[in-house]
């Protein structure tokens, strides 16, 4: 019997209602849902080849292309609404002749920063009005979320024209107070780069691409910041000192110096986010928020070394100036109003020694 559309419901829907963030499916294995980061085995049928070939026919139907499962060589990611219950982003893939789906569940109600629990600091750097802010960390971190979220912000404060560049799109935002432009990565634009370049004649006020994936995405970028425009992307960066180490170790020696000073004076917030295992079966997000200072802008021109940025971070919390935050920061506060137990908060902290300090200090 063929696995149908109504089949897919079910199973997505039961992740949902297990609060699973992501579904695997193999040939010839149980699928598994993801829940507070541990892949649990669902107690079901084992999908077959069959089954696989099915499930590919009905995530790939809206594209408009039929793909035989034996005609797909390496990867294909794509996105797939099911009506009333939510939108899909997936991936199918092969490994050792075999073939698997990974489905990353996504709520069709686009979250608010308030819903999410982000600081209000959060809230001020989206309504700026020029700069880049890159939202960081692995994969899996919430990282979209955060910057939908973000988006949704703005929509409903400004009345601007936001552009995206999403590869695929994930959630759909409705027009609130701005006019939203979502572009979808072979379907309305080539690439990022086609789509980064015609942004910039489409008098948009706020960009906002997927991911940076490369030097021509970021130099469109840094330029769409340096000509007055407010730049959101994402990067699989762990923290402020890796993700502009990343950024600058993209270009060759001889250009890093010019990058630098780019950098320093267009570069407005780097918001790195870890995901934590909270209390009865919730995940917390922990958050690194650095906002550009002089002090900053110094450690990135190389004036001073950049690993004295979390110190300058972390001088800046509760300022009006500033209201950045390190990780370890946040993972305090967490821990203090009972969102996560101490073993997590030791084990997540860059130093346990200055964490039982503080705690006993305080």
């Known amino acids: 019997m063929a696995f149908s559309l109504k089949n897919l419901s079910s199973l997505v829907n039961a992740a949902i209602q297990h609060k699973a963030s992501d579904i695997h499916i193999r040939s010839n294995e ?7 980061g541990e892949l649990i085995p669902i107690q079901t049928k084992i999908f077959s080849p069959d089954d696989i ?13 039929f793909v035989e499962l034996n005609n797909i060589k390496s990867e294909i990611d794509g996105a797939f609404g099911i009506e009333n219950l939510c939108r899909l982003r997936f991936n199918i893939f092969r490994y050792f002749g075999q073939f ?37 960390g692995a994969t899996g ?75 021509v995405t970021f130099n469109i970028a840094l330029k769409a910041a340096e000509t007055g425009h407010i730049v959101f992307s994402t990067l699989h960066t762990t923290n402020t000192v890796s993700t502009i ?35 009865n079966g919730k995940t917390v997000i922990a958050q690194e928020i650095m906002i550009n200072s002089p002090g900053i802008k110094d450690c990135i021109m190389g004036k001073d070394d950049i690993n004295r940025i979390p110190t300058i971070i972390s001088q800046g919390q509760g300022k009006s100036t500033n209201g950045g935050q390190t990780f370890d920061q946040h ?21 346990q020694s200055d964490f039982i300090q503080k705690l006993i200090v305080e």
């Open 245 to 279: 180490g990343r950024l600058i170790s993209m270009f060759p020696v001889h250009e890093q110096l010019d990058v630098k000073k780019r950098l320093a004076e267009n570069l407005y917030a780097i918001i790195g986010q870890r995901m934590l295992p909270g209390k």
């Open 53 to 65: 070939d099915d499930i590919v026919k009905i995530l790939l139907k809206d594209s408009g292309s």
């Open 141 to 215: 971190s919430g990282k979209s979320t955060t910057l939908a979220a973000m988006i949704n912000h703005i929509n409903e404060k400004q009345a601007s024209h936001i552009l995206t560049i999403e590869d695929p799109i994930e959630y759909l935002h409705t027009q609130k107070k701005s006019r939203i432009s979502q572009r979808e990565v072979g379907k309305d634009t080539e690439d990022y780069t086609s789509g980064l370049r015609s942004a910039l004649r489409q008098d948009p006020d706020v960009i906002s691409i997927g991911e940076m994936r490369d030097t």
């Open 100 to 136: 698997g789906i990974i489905i990353r569940v996504i709520n069709t109600v686009v979250p608010s920063l308030q819903s999410l629990g982000m600081p209000n600091s959060i809230s001020q750097i989206a309504l700026q009005k020029r700069g880049m802010v890159l939202v960081t």
């Open 30 to 36: 149980v699928p598994c849902f993801r829940i507070s």
């Open 331 to 351: 993972i305090m506060f967490l821990y203090q109003n009972g969102f996560i137990e101490k073993e997590v908060a030791l084990s997540a902290v860059s130093s």
